[in-house]
């Protein structure tokens, strides 16, 4: 089991900044790829970038050169930080991470609204 606790999030205006927390706890030793998706009003959940234990990271085409991703392993935590905030960007933001036993157990934290309007 793991559980995920975001922070951060809130309204900010267009071509603002925002970042974005999880921390994550229970068998944590067995996570190796965390990373955050969001879901727009009336659309279907997407990812918006990932890191793993290595570092190695992968992004969203949308959010390239905007948004960056950073983890912790000693804290067992990751960041989102996000600049340069468009109104398409405004979603509830999840973390997630995954493990593997045979299949594949996906895990999320509750969401964090970003509002980006001006």
């Known amino acids: 089991q793991v559980q995920l606790v975001e922070s951060g999030g809130g309204l900010v205006q267009p071509g603002g900044s925002l970042r974005l927390s999880c921390a994550a706890s229970?068998?944590?030793?067995?996570?190796?790829?965390m990373g955050w998706y969001r879901q727009a009003p009336g659309k279907q959940r997407e990812m918006v970038a990932t890191?793993?234990?290595?570092?190695?990271?992968n992004y969203a085409y949308s959010v390239k050169g905007r948004f960056t991703i950073s983890r912790d392993n000693a804290k067992n935590t990751i960041g989102l930080q996000m600049n340069s905030l468009k109104p398409e960007d405004t979603a509830v933001y999840y973390c997630?991470?995954?493990?593997?036993?045979?299949?594949?157990?996906?895990?999320w934290g509750q969401g964090t609204q970003v509002t980006v309007s001006s």
């Open positions: 997630n991470t995954y493990l593997l036993s045979g299949s594949r157990r996906d895990y």
């Open positions: 229970g068998s944590i030793f067995s996570i190796n790829t």
């Open positions: 890191i793993t234990r290595a570092g190695i990271t």
